[in-house]
């Protein structure tokens, strides 16, 4: 192991720690964006450049910025609300947590990878043909799924009565609620 | 095969996450952990069985930002009606 891929996993781990242990919303979100560019780096050093690129614009461009967007909107920033009806289930979820990470531990450490496929350094000119040849009927599905997702998102969110119809003091009130 | 380690460490941190944190919002936060440690382990497998490993993490990264858009939806949409999003005192879904 390199130094600098010991840093890399020092980076992701320390991050996601921070990420399901911080208090405040905001600062979990701004370790997220840490522990996604520091991903965005791995990424480039496994060959996988356009996904490298891919997980800065959508992850830490567009996903954490809209969670942020919403923690900010609900006034969520405070983790930890209200009283905590099972006092013990940290340690239980530290133990479930750390079972899970020793089944998946245990499935890779009888395996042997030979890293000698030529990814053509992960570009799109290399991904382009996959995407619309064999993946092509996924690549619409998926197409499809995002459709059907703004649809439903904006369907969500949208107000009992149109705004317009709303006096300016009941528009600031269903605003606020 | 390192990265495939820490891949498998941070699910875990992510299904730490999702059993503990008692905001909505934050139990998303630890759903993104988890899909971004699947998508570690895809693209270091990618490395040794070729592109397609590739391909399905970007697949895995648009379902995620599908999952993003309608679960913050369905979060303001809850926040509306209960002026909360612990996940506590969301044991029915009845409005």
């Keep these: ?177 | 095969m390192s990265y495939l380690f820490a891949s498998a460490l941070l699910f875990a941190l992510g299904v730490y996450g999702v059993l503990t944190r008692r905001t909505a919002i934050l139990v998303f936060l630890s759903i993104e952990l988890m899909l971004n440690a699947a998508n570690l382990s895809l693209i270091g497998f990618a490395r040794a069985h070729g592109l397609d490993g590739q391909v399905a993490a970007l697949m895995v990264i648009a379902i995620a930002a599908a999952e993003v858009a309608v679960g913050l939806g369905l979060i303001v949409a809850i926040f509306r009606h209960r002026e909360s999003t612990a996940v506590d005192d969301l044991s029915e879904l009845r409005g």
């Design chain 1, 1 to 177: 192991m390199s130094p600098w891929e010991a840093l890399a996993l020092l980076l992701l781990l320390a991050t996601g720690l921070l990420v399901v242990t911080l208090r405040n919303a905001i600062h979990a979100a701004l370790a997220l964006i840490a522990n996604f560019l520091v991903l965005a780096g791995v990424y480039v050093a496994l060959d996988a450049r356009f996904l490298g690129f891919i997980q800065i614009i959508v992850y830490a461009g567009a996903i954490v910025v809209l969670f942020l967007f919403v923690i900010m909107l609900l006034f969520a920033a405070q983790g930890e609300v209200g009283f905590d009806p099972l006092v013990r289930s940290k340690p239980l979820a530290a133990l479930l947590s750390l079972g899970v990470a020793g089944i998946l531990l245990s499935g890779l450490l009888g395996l042997k990878l030979a890293f000698s496929q030529n990814l053509q350094g992960g570009l799109p000119q290399a991904l382009g043909p996959l995407l619309y040849g064999d993946w092509l009927l996924i690549l619409l599905a998926v197409g499809f799924l995002l459709m059907a997702a703004t649809v439903v998102a904006v369907a969500l969110v949208e107000p009992n009565r149109p705004l317009d119809a709303l006096r300016l003091e009941e528009r600031k009130e269903e605003v606020l609620r």
